[in-house]
């Protein structure tokens, strides 16, 4: 079949799911409808699979024409490259798996079909983001999954304990993404401005071709431009300052933080920009924004991580962390190496999430890893698997993570020494705080209540199955990219295949000197390998025992109160909009608005009242009034004939 | 004109205006309901006397013709009021206008 007609199908599959379950899901038994909702989520990757063996260029397909106007067109149409199928494998394959979880793990809500509404139109609108050749289709589908993010995190809105948070959970999400948005919205004026087109092919030729007015490297309007599409990222993908929404957002169903806020849509951030990749180029003082910005949130939000108890909460801020990471590959000019940390972390962040979702389902709804313990006996599986996600993601030798974060912690080592060092820590930090939740979750005596102890099962093999897929997925997802020292031939595979797609083939990746990369790696091992030992000897071996939020001293508070961040922002923004809403309220709508518009209500009614009284029921006083007009005509007729004469 | 002595038509316009604000007067004044319809019909008159004059002092036969109506108007308002009139007696056993005040606003 031909690319557009697959594409086409490729785009209607989840969308057609979203429909049905949404029109008639209340009418369908569940399994059917999770059916549904899963299979076309499953064609679709089917497609893609299709797709990515097809492609060997990339191929741009126009639909139909959205705007037409004098100066520009835009277009509907979707640009199938290595990059975009690449993501598009990421989505629809890691959506599979979660979807297949979904129908486990959602088995016992009443909104059943609802949710996988929402989830079949959230793949619909990340296939927008990911394939769109255009800004504008990018803003749609950015847009599209913003919406579904704030459905899904606000899912259970009339929980009668946690609707209330969930809800305030949801709409802090939507507004901090609508700050990112409003940078997007800046960038794509911007770019329309300037090069009257939005199609990233078409910018890529005019920015290598040179001689655009107002384009140069460093120039205010690149910067300006790349400036705001950081922004964007920023809300999108969780990075300082706007991250805040990213760890409440786990208020939401544990598969939805597995495949929005994890695996998928926190990397379009990562994604846009890497698409952007030729606008950054021109741009190094941006590029260094996003590097130090990177590393700052890396290492904020692995230090927050310390001294989370909730389960997911943990890994809500190892995800922010690790969105950083990528942030800082972004800044060294390394797409394709963020692009590739994007897919391992995808892998096992989604395992981990999913992990953890098994055990929120098998201890009755508890997230307190201080109530846990000793659960590897109870859920084999979920332990194992579990166990290789944190291994991936605390950089274990040989697995998925080590590969990946290593490009990254390479390539700012040949940039920048101190920075790496800094970076290190954050690295240290994430092993640290992820075998603190692994140990506390699995090991040990159980400390929950009797009740979740007598409850406590391994989960149906619905869910089982996703994560040992994505636990094979973890430890080999780094083979994938294999850096020279272990292949001469086909090293760095996913580079080279990426470099097919706009811009991403021109830029150059130094290849470090086989004794620094043994070096580094054998640094990053022997820390991961260090923390585990000691994460082992104090959360496992000696009975780790519960302190209360009030018992932490010093950087424990800071830590478990996020750094007073969301109270800062609270006093910063928050304060002052209110005082200024009460102020306009009390003021503007009080004492003006107000005013005026009762007054005007106690006028009519008081003269109505008055003049009611002239209708009193008496044919003569009618009469009355009736030659008293008569009298009045004749003498303003009089008056206005003597006047004229 | 006819060989007969005219008469000045301001007199024809003093005495209808006379009539008219009598009737008015009458109307506004008056409780009694017949008297009213009284009144009605002076007002009426007058304006016919008014058109029959002119238009004799014009030898213009238009103005004939309205008052041709307003006399059959003027019957057909009378019926209507006299009915009125005793029905609102059966109900009221009054004829005062100053107590037909029920439909009030």
């Not at chain 1, 499953?42 to 990339?58: K, N, R």
């Not at chain 1, 055990?359 to 006996?377: A, F, Y």
């Not at chain 1, 083979?479 to 991403?504: D, K, V």
């Amino acid at each position: 079949m031909s690319i557009s007609i697959l594409l086409i199908i490729l785009l209607c599959l989840p969308l057609s799911g979203a429909l049905i379950n949404g029109l008639f899901g209340k009418y369908l038994p569940k399994i059917i409808s999770g059916g549904i909702g899963t299979a076309m989520v499953a064609l679709s990757f089917v497609i893609v699979l299709s797709l990515f063996g097809q492609i060997t260029e990339p191929v741009k397909v126009t639909l139909f024409n959205l705007i037409q106007l004098d100066s520009f067109d835009i277009n509907a149409s979707f640009l199938i490259d290595q990059l975009s199928v690449w993501m598009a494998l990421i989505i629809t394959g890691i959506g599979t798996l979660i979807h297949i979880f979904s129908m486990g793990y959602m088995s016992h809500d009443t909104g059943y079909y609802k949710f996988f509404t929402y989830l079949n139109l959230f793949i619909f609108a990340m296939l927008l983001l990911v394939l769109g050749s255009n800004y504008f289709i990018l803003f749609f589908g950015w847009e599209g999954v913003g919406i579904c993010s704030f459905l899904l995190i606000g899912f259970h809105y009339s929980d009668p304990e946690k609707g209330i948070a969930n809800s305030l959970a949801a709409r802090k999400a939507f507004v901090m993404n609508r700050i990112g948005d409003a940078g997007l919205v800046f960038a794509i004026f911007m770019i329309l401005n300037t090069f009257h087109t939005l199609e990233f092919d078409g910018i890529a030729k005019m920015v290598q071709g040179g001689g655009v007015e107002g384009i140069s490297i460093n120039s205010v309007l690149i910067i300006a431009i790349t400036l705001c599409l950081f922004l964007a990222a920023t809300g999108k993908s969780a990075q300082i300052p706007l991250f805040t929404w990213l760890p409440d957002a786990m208020a939401g169903p544990t598969p939805v933080s597995a495949l929005i806020h994890a695996a998928t849509m926190v990397t379009a951030g990562i994604y846009m920009v890497t698409r952007s990749n030729f606008l950054f180029e021109l741009a190094p003082y941006s590029k260094d924004v996003m590097l130090y910005i990177g590393i700052a949130t890396s290492l904020v939000a692995a230090f927050m991580a310390l001294r989370q108890n909730d389960i997911k909460k943990v890994l809500a801020y190892s995800t922010v962390s690790q969105l950083g990471l990528m942030v800082v590959a972004l800044g060294l000019g390394a797409y394709t190496v963020a692009i590739f940390h994007v897919t391992t972390h995808a892998f096992f962040k989604a395992l981990l999430f999913l992990g953890s979702g098994s055990v929120i389902h098998g201890m009755s709804d508890e997230q307190d890893i201080w109530l846990m313990g000793g659960l590897r006996k109870i859920m084999p599986i979920t332990h194992l698997t579990f166990l290789i996600g944190t291994l991936a993601i605390s950089g274990f030798p040989l697995l998925s993570g080590f590969y990946s974060k290593d490009e990254i912690i390479g390539h700012l080592f040949a940039e920048n020494p101190i920075l790496y060092g800094v970076i290190m820590c954050s690295v240290v930090l994430t092993a640290v705080y992820m075998f603190r939740l692994y140990f506390l979750t699995f090991h040990g005596s159980f400390r929950g209540t009797k009740h979740q102890k007598d409850h406590a099962h391994e989960s149906p093999i619905s869910m089982t199955l996703p994560l040992v897929i994505l636990a094979i997925l973890s430890v080999f997802g780094g083979l994938l990219n294999l850096p020279g020292l272990f292949l001469h031939e086909g090293a760095h595979w996913l580079t080279h295949y990426l470099a097919g797609a706009p811009g991403l083939g021109l830029i150059e990746h130094p290849e470090a000197a086989v004794n620094t990369t043994i070096l580094l790696m054998a640094v990053a091992s022997t820390v991961s390998i260090g923390v585990l030992i000691w994460a082992y000897l104090t959360y496992a071996k000696k009975g780790a025992i519960a302190r209360k939020d009030s018992e932490l001293s010093g950087w424990e508070v800071l830590s478990n109160r996020k750094l007073y961040w969301d109270e800062l922002y609270h006093l910063l923004i928050v304060k002052p909009s209110e005082f200024l809403g009460t102020m306009l309220n009390n003021l503007v709508e009080g004492k003006i608005l107000n005013a005026g518009i009762v007054g005007l209500a106690t006028l009519t009614e008081k003269t109505g009242t008055q003049v009611r009284k002239l209708q009193n029921g008496l044919v003569s006083s009618y009469l009355l009034w009736m030659v008293i007009g008569l009298i009045m005509l004749i003498v303003f007729y009089l008056i206005n004939t003597l006047n004229w004469n | 004109m006819g060989s007969t002595a005219t008469v000045n038509i301001d007199f024809f316009v003093i005495l209808s205006s006379l009539l008219f604000v009598i009737g008015a007067f009458g109307v506004m004044i008056r409780r009694n309901m017949i008297v009213l319809l009284m009144c009605i019909e002076l007002m009426l008159n007058a304006v016919n006397l008014l058109l029959v004059s002119f238009s004799t002092y014009y030898g213009n036969a238009d103005a004939q013709i309205f008052v041709f109506f307003i006399i059959v108007v003027a019957a057909a308002e009378a019926t209507v009021g006299l009915s009125i009139l005793i029905l609102a007696y059966r109900h009221l056993r009054t004829i005062d206008v100053s107590l037909f005040n029920k439909l009030k606003g």
